[in-house]
């Protein structure tokens, strides 16, 4: 069981950094360090939105996968 809860969680994770990595619009650093405030008040519709509420799910599940191998060692 150890093993799969392991496997599980990379998949988990590779998912994770995929779907963050699509979210960004490739406005260059001056915008992940706050240089692009124009971002800051649009809505998500869409695709858009619903890619950001499955980058909240998966986070949730590989926080929850996170505790339980924590709580089995």
């Known amino acids: 069981m150890d093993t ?3 496997i599980a969680q990379v998949i988990i994770a590779v998912m994770l950094i995929v779907v ?6 490739g406005s260059g650093f001056s915008g992940a360090f706050g240089g692009d405030t124009s971002s800051i008040y649009r809505t998500r519709r869409g695709i858009e939105r619903t890619l950001f509420n ?3 799910g998966l986070a949730i599940v590989f926080v929850a996968l996170a505790i339980l191998v924590s709580t089995v060692l």
């Open 54 to 56: 499955f980058t909240i």
């Open 20 to 25: 963050v990595l699509t979210q960004t619009k």
């Open 4 to 6: 799969a809860v392991d």
